[in-house]
């Protein structure tokens, strides 16, 4: 498999979660798994904007809270 391949998998990957969450948003592995795939692939607008939705799916949840914001500290954003 060339790179370019490999990469265009991972981008759909990734993108099949992002819209698995958007339909079935209260999967916290998910959203962590996710702004993880868009920081690792160099996306840190779209890893923000993740982050930003899994704390309102969550907001009440101090637990998947926390996780969220120990994540955002691990990979260096600011949430």
């Given at each position: 498999?060339?790179?370019?391949?490999?990469?265009?998998?991972?981008?759909?990957?990734?993108?099949?979660?992002?819209?698995?969450?958007?339909?079935?948003?209260?999967?916290?592995?998910?959203?962590?798994?996710?702004?993880?795939?868009?920081?690792?692939?160099?996306?840190?607008?779209d890893?923000?904007?993740?982050?930003?939705?899994a704390?309102?799916?969550?907001?009440?949840?101090?637990?998947?809270?926390?996780?969220?914001?120990?994540l955002?500290?691990?990979?260096?954003?600011?949430?």
């Amino acid at each position: 498999m060339s790179q370019a391949d490999r990469q265009a998998m991972i981008e759909t990957m990734v993108q099949s979660l992002a819209n698995r969450l958007d339909q079935k948003g209260d999967d916290l592995a998910g959203w962590l798994k996710l702004v993880k795939a868009y920081t690792v692939l160099g996306r840190k607008d779209d890893a923000l904007k993740a982050l930003a939705k899994a704390k309102t799916q969550f907001s009440g949840n101090e637990g998947a809270l926390r996780d969220l914001d120990t994540l955002a500290a691990e990979l260096g954003l600011k949430s």
